[in-house]
């Protein structure tokens, strides 16, 4: 069977998570052998967090889980493309729809922020 090669990344692989409905691209993140295998095994989107440097279930605070649709391996078996559905709305920890909600803007040194926000961090990340 096909796998990534996780040796080549030393042990993480970069994984793109897009929204299957929309074709959105929600997040990049990486995962480990550990989390691959989890994400396969359960339909549910299994990242490793390289910050606390554990699996980090995704949603597993939020609530807002990426139900995996299909998976997809780029040419090099060195990259991951996971269509999900995501639940509850937002992919990212700041609320968004997508991580990718700042647009860089053109002649400027400033960006701008596009969508709306679906949630309060504070709200939901109470540490």
């Known amino acids: ?21 929309s074709g959105d691209v929600l997040m990049l993140a990486y995962m480990n052998e550990a989390a691959y295998d989890e994400t396969l095994q359960t339909g549910r989107a299994v990242y490793f967090s390289r910050s606390r440097n554990k699996l980090w279930r995704k949603g597993e605070e939020s609530g807002n889980v990426q139900k995996v649709i299909s998976v997809f391996l780029d040419c090099d078996a060195d990259t991951i493309l996971l269509r999900v559905e995501q639940v509850g709305g937002a992919a990212c920890h700041e609320g968004f729809k997508s991580c ?22 504070k709200d939901v990340y109470k540490k």
């Open 1 to 21: 069977m096909l796998r990534p090669d996780f040796g080549k990344c030393g042990g993480l692989v970069p994984v793109i998570a897009q929204d299957d409905a």
């Open 100 to 121: 990718f909600f700042r647009k860089i803007a053109q002649n400027t040194d400033g960006f701008e922020t596009i969508g709306e926000r679906i949630f309060d961090p």
